[in-house]
T-cell receptor, first 111, second 115 residues
Framework: RKEVEQDPGPFNVPEGATVAFNCTYS??????FFWYRQDCRKEPKLLMS???SGNEDGRFTAQLNRASQYISLLIRDSKLSDSATYLC????????????FGSGTRLSIRP | GAGVSQSPSNKVTEKGKDVELRCDPI?????LYWYRQSLGQGLEFLIY????????KSGLPSDRFSAERTGGSVSTLTIQRTQQEDSAVYLC?????????????FGPGTRLTVL
C-alpha cells in the first residue's frame, strides 16, 4: 500500500460546480499536511496548508480527519483556471525523506 | 524576488553519459530538496540539504546519483552512466529553514531524456 494515495481522476466537471477529492495516508505519525497545485508541465506550487481544525481560503476548503487518516480538498464555484493536478503532501516530521507527495488528482473544468 | 532557478531546462543525452543538473535556491533559504517526477507520477524524494548538516541521501536510487551543495547555496545533482530509466523531470525546491511546516518553493525543473 502506498504511503499517500489519491484518486488519479480525471475529474471532469462543469464550470461553477463544486468538486471534492480526498487523499489517504498510512502513517499515523504524520503531522503536517498540504495541498499543492501543479499545472501541466509546470512545477508544483503550494495551494494551502491543512490545519487540524480545517481551513478555508476563498473558494477552497481543506479538512483533516486524523481518525480516518485522510485529508480533503473542496473547491466551490469552480473556474476554468482551476484545471490542474492537485498533489497531496504528508509530512511525518521524522526526516525530509518522509515528506511524501501523492501522485496527484487531475481536475478538468469544462465551460 | 527571484525564485528557484534550474538549469538546463532540457537535457537530452545518450545512454552511458554523465549529466549535471544545477539548482539555485531562493537566497536565504537553508533547506534544499531534489525530487524526480516521471510522467504521470508523483514526486520521488532524492536528497535533502539543510544548512551545514550532513545531507539526507536516503532517496537516491543508486550510487550513480550524487549531489553536492556548495557554500550552502547552489546545488548540483550528478547522474553518472545515465540509463533510459533515468529519464524524468528533476525538480529542485528550497524552503526557509527546513521546518516541516515550511512551504517548499519549486524550480521549473530540468527535463532529462536519455536516449
Amino acid at each position: 500500500r502506498k504511503e499517500v494515495e489519491q484518486d488519479p481522476g480525471p475529474f471532469n466537471v462543469p464550470e461553477g460546480a463544486t468538486v471534492a477529492f480526498n487523499c489517504t495516508y498510512s502513517n499515523s505519525a504524520s503531522q503536517s499536511f498540504f495541498w499543492y497545485r501543479q499545472d501541466c508541465r509546470k512545477e508544483p506550487k503550494l495551494l494551502m496548508s491543512v490545519y487540524s481544525s480545517g481551513n478555508e481560503d476563498g473558494r477552497f476548503t481543506a479538512q483533516l480527519n486524523r481518525a480516518s487518516q485522510y485529508i480533503s480538498l473542496l473547491i466551490r464555484d469552480s473556474k476554468l483556471s482551476d484545471s490542474a493536478t492537485y498533489l497531496c503532501v504528508v509530512n511525518s516530521y521524522s526526516s525530509a525523506s518522509k515528506i511524501i507527495f501523492g501522485s496527484g488528482t487531475r481536475l478538468s473544468i469544462r465551460p | 524576488g527571484a525564485g528557484v532557478s534550474q538549469s538546463p531546462s532540457n537535457k537530452v543525452t545518450e545512454k552511458g553519459k554523465d549529466v549535471e543538473l544545477r539548482c539555485d535556491p531562493i537566497s536565504g533559504h537553508t533547506a534544499l530538496y531534489w525530487y524526480r517526477q516521471s510522467l504521470g507520477q508523483g514526486l520521488e524524494f532524492l536528497i535533502y540539504f539543510q544548512g551545514n548538516s550532513a545531507p539526507d541521501k536516503s532517496g537516491l536510487p543508486s550510487d550513480r546519483f550524487s549531489a553536492e551543495r556548495t557554500g550552502g547555496s547552489v546545488s548540483t545533482l550528478t547522474i553518472q552512466r545515465t540509463q533510459q530509466e533515468d529519464s524524468a523531470v528533476y525538480l529542485c525546491a528550497s524552503s526557509l529553514s527546513g521546518q516541516p511546516t515550511d512551504t517548499q518553493y519549486f524550480g521549473p525543473g530540468t527535463r532529462l531524456t536519455v536516449l
